[in-house]
């Protein structure tokens, strides 16, 4: 049993089937892939990675399993090995080339099976009598144990939520997840909390809750992301890079290509480097652009064309940023309270109100380089307009 | 005055002098440069980068010249721009590449005239009337203000002994450093302690002393790191990389560089990406190989070759690394007591105490590959007893 | 300059001014009357003191006034006098007495007028040249300046959120206070809050509502101190204690009192240093109960009885706890946004959902022995159903 | 099985056992004994109790017994037990009163046989099938398994050096518990830490080693304790306490005795309930005063008889402490090396090189009410210059 040291849970224990997953070329890779995409643009400290977190989520895993009788040792190194191979399926900075992949791939970050049923990973879960199958699917949290991994309040975001809040500095690193690791148990095939892990439920939730406008959706990151997706499509359009590539690659093979590149990639690259972001044009939320707006959502280079034209500039010079509605899994996880199972916003009043209250999270953002600032903005503030039929855009939005 | 969440010192504020330093290429590029080298392979969580570490570092000459009356608001600016463009000179990998820098351009990372006077700095420095030249010797510590940042107790080894402690998470990052500024002051031209910050002063002392073999010259980060200072001998070797360019390169470059090799370079690029290091053959301490075995520093090359002939394998298996001898500046630090100057380890007996115990520190290391461990062992410990004229070496040294 | 080691804010600096102050009996004392009360019998570790939190307080006030220009230096003494002093009026075990004092004195803790303008305290104010009307004016928040002490926002609650956190152990601590006082000014004769603020303002509004129902009104704590205090009624009415003294008395001597009787007092006394509390008969929220409940507040003693006498039993075997609406006053805190002033709940949709729910936070408790706990649980639904007429208690309310 | 929330260790847990035991009399007598006597006089943090840490070094000894097989479960129950009572023994204000206990009554704080063998105690030990005998017998680390709780490297030392750097707040709280219980087991009936907990024996060793002047011998408490016992002694003396009884009492009721007091005993107290402490006159090293002056321990109201004498004051004006040569019990612990046992001290160098220094922590020192400064100062000068027979006493001393 050897031992590594972890900033955030102290000790965690490695045994030989851990010891032997992470000296493989799949886990070592995930050194190099940042856990937080481009954050450390507004934090510096976020320069953690997709490994630390995945030896933290499989010590979490470790712990709750070893306090659940009803599972069999074989299950829980299911489980141990789902924990720690949960992110192998991540491609370069993490979530922000997600999208990219999914378009030409099909496939998911959780969808790990072919990673898993090769190589040295396959002979090594061979070794210890474990299926790489059973494991993927343990990934997808699509088994009973599998929701350990993968459900609405799993160790997975246990561990990223005080991780991440650990190394960008921010306050809300609130999460005890000690007490609700405590708490939980199995029920009728259900992952549930008990009712002495309430608060706990309820503090995981505050967490993301204030988390989210301040570290997962800082306009400045999404600025900096979007930003580097259009780079990598850029390579794809110009066939320099294979999308079929992108999964397998790490943060620092991929800037180097957009680095290299002499044209639109090379030069948001460039700008990337040197931290010359483009700005905000219009930050705006759902109660000023209307749910209308998220119809765009997969199209946004059509908006893109027509304000450029509207302004007269390259459609290459706006950038828009409409993102999924923000929900909070969190809140449909199971409380057990006299032998009956509540979900947590059934359950909690504080939950119920906070789902509420996160729906004002959400921002669409224009962005453009300085120069053009306040023609973009006045030329989407008139598309948006026309498209919701009222003319509310303050300029206090920005 | 902008702020930025640091996760060390809260928040850290950012005039315009800061912001517009801070935006510059050559700062931008600390971003990419990790403060530790390698020791996230020992420690996953230490990946944090020189950028930060700036940042933190002028945030704490700010604290301290903002006691110091005696010092006008231009030199306060002037140490401030030192602190945080101090580290601007280092290479990739901060402190791994400085000793093939220096061997090819006879420069050290403190010699940064080169790059405060050219570019966006010197015209940034010359709008705010501060001089380049001035700044580098601060730098250096050249000068009396400059020993804020450069000398045996300066605010640089402050923020990285407690910076590297929360990243690595060792329990070690003891130092009072908000005491220890509270009672600096400038006495005939010397930046010193009063008597109120003895304790403090000797918390830095103490902290170093225990992270010296835990973090600092932990032996797989050394190994790492001999490994790659080997593969960058081998690209310039084959002419593939310029050395004079080295020192603007970032990790990330220089990396892909090796990987691209397909001889040497490449071959130990590949055994760092998965972490197939070297093995310590032999390490041991002073007490077991004698004063006489710093003779080969510098010539290592020469002991690799005879005893890789002796064992029959190649000498690129064989790796060794003499460290200097460590020396803990700090202990030079002067008290004020009672109106006299004192040394720090004439002034405290905790000091002088561990000024001997910290020889022990020091560890050489025979380092090969796994297959060759014993034969290694046998023949280095052969080659360094006919050298000491003892037979002296235990199996426990290893 | 001196300074003193606090585990919250690092050092705190005392000078003259201050050290004299705290040199008098007036403020030694608080060394002896703890914070929060009886939560300690919930929070082993929450044994702090109003000492040490009245040195926090001067310590934010200092650096939120080192920072505003337009106050004076005699001002800024000042309001640093109201901020350690303004707990001098505070009696045993904090605001467990306060009701009590203030039924019989007809003064608040606030009310610290004849506390300031007599003895040492008097003296040492007059040396500085300060004047212990205005500072006690101050205290009260009945002046501009003073609002830095006594108001919505006011570094006495910056204070004691995130020092109650410390102690307790609970992880709720995430008041950004560093950035919440580095926003603040005055606004016409307002203490306002910077836009750059807001997000902090929040987080001393989501600490303050996960607090509450965690650690200030713990049913435990509450069970406690609504013991306490009938103790310590029971010692007045029996003229064992003066009402009038109790103000300068300490936690130990009013203890030892009730410990030393033989009746109703000392009997609770045992209970409660043995830990032999009274137990939740009913503890229900408003939604149960109907605010109509709210009308007994001041008359529990006839609703005791009445419950009493249904059950059969002596009515000091039964406490009813009727606690005041909760409050978030921080959602009255202004913000300056584009030059205008908005309270906190009108700038910020989280403060105005927390307000919601934080009245969910209430409960009225019936307490009763051990023994009795079902039958007065059942006589109490019947009483409190037929006050509101319906029959909704389940329960699981207990 | 229950939790509790502890600020040091995070969650506790109490079974049945435990929780049986806490609802003692005699346990919950331990929430009204501060753990560090009056440091808090020093530290305004350092309020923490006795009843916490001792749940603390049950958790920890439930941490490590978990870890080892050879022990049968009611051997843990035993050590779970005697962690949980091995501080019952403890008089007011712990150590502040242990010497006055055992000078009158023969027993340390250790010997709890009398404790444990009557009254709730007894029988909720009887209940669980374990014997009280054997329990007290583990307490005082006569027994092999004892020694988890009391012997070199136990878990007593290792909850209450991080406990008491958590509350008073200085920075040297590096024991690395996690790690050094990881590594400790049984072998050959001693307890012993394998190698890989080396460094964090050593760690155990630092903090033990700036702990105690910073805090554990920090001159004020000195001085404020030995106020106490003088006081605590005048009662004896006057008949007015009985001795017999100080060791059932709580810091309450005994300073409540002494405030009630009317000579030198209620003199000392307003003093120090007012903090007018006595002034150092003399507060100096071995090196200074020679080892003789350790023959004195003991006697120490001669020499105050005989100073006071000198300078023609009251010797009640004059107090003389003469504590016992510092040791660091740890470092004879044992470190188990490829099978075999050695010391700390002859395992690690940094220990033994601690072992020298930490000599130089030790004072003796002179105090007096600060008029008699001066004069009491020369005259205890003369009267240990005479003793030693050298003339090398600095007023730097002082």
Known sequence: MKVIRDPVHGYIELDQLVLSLIDTPQMQR???????????????????????????????????????????????????????????????????????????????????????????????????????????????????????????????????????????GVAFGLVDHARLIHEMQFYEDNLVVGLGGLKAAESLLVSRFLMHPSVYYHHVSRIAETMFTRAVQDLINKKTLDPFKLRQ??????????????????????????????????????????????????????????????????????????????????MKALIKVDGKMLRLDEASNIVATIENAHQDNWRMGVYTIKEHRETVRKAAQEFFDTKKGTKQFRLTDL
Chains 1, 2, 3, 4 share one sequence.
């Not at 210890?128 to 088994?143: C, F, N, R, S, Y």
């Not at 991929?254 to 700005?279: H, N, P, T, V």
């Not at 998220?294 to 706006?318: C, F, H, Q, T």
């Open 249 to 330: 690659m790490e943060d620092a093979r991929l800037f180097e290509m957009i680095r290299a590149d002499d044209g639109y990639a090379g030069e948001l690259g460039k700008r990337l480097d040197e931290r010359r972001l483009y700005k905000r044009a219009l930050h705006v939320g759902i109660d000023v652009v209307g749910e209308n707006v998220l119809r765009y959502r997969g199209k946004v280079d059509r908006v893109e064309n027509e304000i450029a034209e509207m302004v007269g500039i390259d459609s290459s010079e706006i950038l828009i940023d409409i993102p999924k509605r923000p929900e909070i899994a969190e």
């Open 30 to 168: 995930l050194r190099r892939i940042q856990q937080l995409g481009l954050s450390n643009l507004v934090y510096p400290g976020a320069n953690h990675t997709r490994f630390e977190h995945s030896l933290g989520v499989m010590h979490l895993a470790t712990t709750l399993t070893s306090q659940l009788n009803s599972i069999e040792k074989d299950e829980k190194d299911e489980i141990r090995a789902a924990a720690l191979l949960h992110d192998v399926g991540h491609g370069p900075l993490s979530h922000v080339t997600e999208s990219i992949i999914k378009q030409y791939t099909r496939q998911r970050h959780e969808d790990v099976k072919p990673i898993l049923k090769k190589g040295e990973i396959a002979e090594i879960l061979d070794e210890h009598g474990l299926d790489p199958v059973t494991i993927a699917d343990h990934i997808k949290g699509e088994t009973s144990l599998g929701k350990i991994v993968n459900s609405e309040i799993d160790v997975d975001r246990m561990d990223y939520l005080v991780r991440d809040a650990h190394y960008t």
